[in-house]
């Protein structure tokens, strides 16, 4: 499991496209209940994450879209923006961060993959957006191998327009380290993964941390969502 994490693992991070080509959204995410909760985090416009509302005032997201990728220091939240149901120029709802909680056991390092199993951080907007407007999503801490998840992200080729990777796989799991069959490109770190589950609303259960290959194949890994969680909520609200 160490080695194959270790195996040509990468930030998603990246630098905000200039006039970056916008597709039409991939396989029909539209049909994924209550995308719009999901949206494009512009950071001091110049760089680009994903981040997801978990409750009218807080977004989820990886915690290393909150250091700059050249220098490695700390980006001011107040510098990033949430763009939540982001779809070609126009969002659900658009809000400023105003406070930032790191994972306590996250440390940032530029080399090296220090950030894996704690690589979350909890986002506080300026304003809730009302949750008749758009719901935050559903959580869950019971992601496990062998389980079937989408993955939601806007990315350097889909600035503007959310892609949906659907019907991957958890290959592994070890403490809230997952590795998934899901791909995934630069700008989609902090990207919801999703339980899915037929007849049942999908739960978010991990963010994306960082793309590696597995042998030949490429995979993505990410941090699973646990109780901890709770802890960043409460002081980031």
């Known amino acids: 499991m160490k080695r194959l994490i270790a195996v040509a693992a990468a930030y998603l991070l990246a630098s905000m496209p200039s006039g970056a080509r916008a597709g039409d959204p991939q ?108 719901r935050p999503l559903t959580m869950a801490w019971d992601a496990d191998r062998g389980d079937a998840v989408d993955v939601l992200s806007y990315n350097y080729n889909q600035a503007t327009r959310p892609s949906l990777e659907r019907s991957c796989e958890v290959l592994a799991k070890q403490s809230t380290t997952l590795v998934m069959s899901c791909r995934v490109d630069f700008g989609a770190s902090g990207a919801p993964v999703f339980q899915v589950t037929p007849g049942q609303v999908p739960k978010l259960v991990s963010v994306i941390s960082a793309k590696a290959a597995m042998g030949n194949k490429r995979v993505s890994i990410g941090t699973a969502l646990d109780s901890s969680l709770w802890r960043l909520m409460q002081q980031a609200g």
């Open 27 to 134: 396989f029909g995410v539209k049909s994924l209940p209550g995308w719009e909760a999901v949206g494009r985090l512009n950071i001091s416009g110049r760089n680009m994450c994903t981040g997801s509302l978990i409750a009218p005032n807080l977004v989820i997201t990886a915690a290393h879209c909150l250091f700059d990728p050249t220098s490695g220091r700390a980006i001011d939240p107040t510098t990033i923006k949430f763009e939540a149901g982001l779809m070609g120029r126009r969002s659900k709802a658009a809000r400023k961060v105003s406070k930032a909680v790191v994972h306590p056991a996250y440390v940032h390092r530029q080399v090296g993959n220090s950030q894996i199993g704690s690589d979350i951080a909890v986002l506080r907007l300026s304003r809730p957006i009302n949750s008749n407007e758009i």
